[in-house]
């Protein structure tokens, strides 16, 4: 596998989730340098990984590394893109982790620079266990898209996708975390409340969620007959108004992002 120096612009929670997974997964990364308007965003990308170098907030220090990841929300990419497209290295790859600019208008605003791929992170990255969805620019060789997809895969799974597919990936494995994390929290917190320890809740809640998962999608049922495998359901009552608002946010949401 190849190891590419790495130059973020942007040292947020991206920047964290993917240097932490790169950590968890035992991976020396032989360079690893930051900006970020942000100070301190910077700081505690440094406290928990002290061989990363600071760049402030200087963009063009990180796009002379092999690997330069847009890590910026959308609103900030085309000023970003502008401070870099005079001093990206010719055989430098810029991977795009945001939504809404396509490949097509990252290279325009690149002034026609075409070695680009394009990723919707997963924070469950940050463990190994992520799934992160990549499509490629026309500048990148068959080789180079199957090296920088093994790059990244101590991460979890990297899949080629379509690029017209990655908006509905921002939904579905991008955000999908949030849906449910606050929810396992307070069960966890409950069945503490109900006598079991940590480690009893620890392997029980892996379990449940992950073969509730697999339930749901592998066991051939339909989805009416899965959920009729438990007869008693205490958030029955609150159901549609879940559904609602899944369906009131999440669509409105996919058109803001959507380019």
Avoid at 11 to 25: N, P
Avoid at 153 to 162: K, M, Q, R, T
Avoid at 223 to 241: N, S, T
Wanted: with cysteine; charged share 20%.
């Amino acid at each position: 596998m190849d190891t590419y120096s790495l130059g973020f612009i942007g040292g947020g929670r991206v920047a964290r989730i993917l240097l932490g997974g790169f950590k968890a997964a035992g991976v020396a990364l032989p360079s690893v340098i930051a900006s970020d308007l942000n100070p301190e965003n910077i700081d505690r990308l440094r406290a928990a990984f002290p061989q990363l170098k600071s760049a402030g907030s200087d963009n063009t220090k990180p796009a002379a590394q092999q690997v330069v990841l847009l890590a910026v929300h959308p609103p900030a990419v085309a000023s970003a893109l502008s401070d870099i497209k005079a001093v990206l290295r010719p055989d430098a790859i810029v991977v795009s982790l945001a939504p809404k600019f396509t490949l097509a208008r990252l290279s325009a605003l690149l002034g026609g620079f075409n070695r680009l791929a394009r990723m919707i992170p997963n924070a469950p990255s940050i463990i190994g266990a992520g799934y992160n969805p990549m499509a490629f620019g026309p500048g990148l060789s068959v080789a180079e898209k199957q090296s920088l997809a093994a790059f990244f895969s101590p991460l979890g799974d990297c899949p080629e996708v379509a690029e017209s597919k990655l908006e509905g990936f921002a939904l579905l494995t991008g955000m999908g975390p949030t849906y449910f994390w606050f929810q396992l929290e307070a069960l966890r917190g409950l069945a503490e409340g109900f006598g079991l320890t940590s480690a009893d809740i620890t392997p029980a809640l892996k379990r449940t969620v992950c073969g509730a998962a697999r339930t749901l999608l592998d066991s051939g049922l339909s989805p009416a007959e899965v959920m009729d495998l438990i007869p008693v359901k205490p958030l029955g009552e609150d159901e549609a108004g879940i559904k609602e608002a899944y369906q009131a946010r999440l669509p409105a949401l996919f058109a803001k992002i959507k380019p």
